[in-house]
């Protein structure tokens, strides 16, 4: 079984396509409305805290570092 650091995972995204990636989507009910909560992820491949998330879900332990606006 594979262990996930719930920390890296943003809690106001789909906890669907962090945990088990982007092949999630192929059968959710949410997919295509506006419902969907993990657009974002889908679109950037990254959730909200910066994660990496791919096909088999979350894949790397640091961030990328986000833009700070000046």
């Known amino acids: ?3 996930i650091d719930t920390s890296k995972l943003s ?3 789909c906890w669907g396509i962090q945990i ?3 092949k999630h ?3 959710c009910k949410w997919t295509g409305i506006s419902a969907c ?3 974002n992820i889908v679109k950037t491949g990254r959730n909200s805290k910066g ?3 791919g096909e ?3 894949e790397e332990d640091v961030p990328r ?3 700070q606006l000046v």
Request: positive net charge.
């Open 1 to 3: 079984m594979r262990k």
């Open 11 to 13: 809690h106001d995204e």
């Open 20 to 22: 088990n990636g982007t």
């Open 25 to 27: 989507c192929q059968n």
């Open 37 to 39: 909560e993990g657009k």
């Open 51 to 53: 994660y990496k998330i």
């Open 56 to 58: 088999y879900g979350l």
């Open 65 to 67: 570092e986000k833009p």
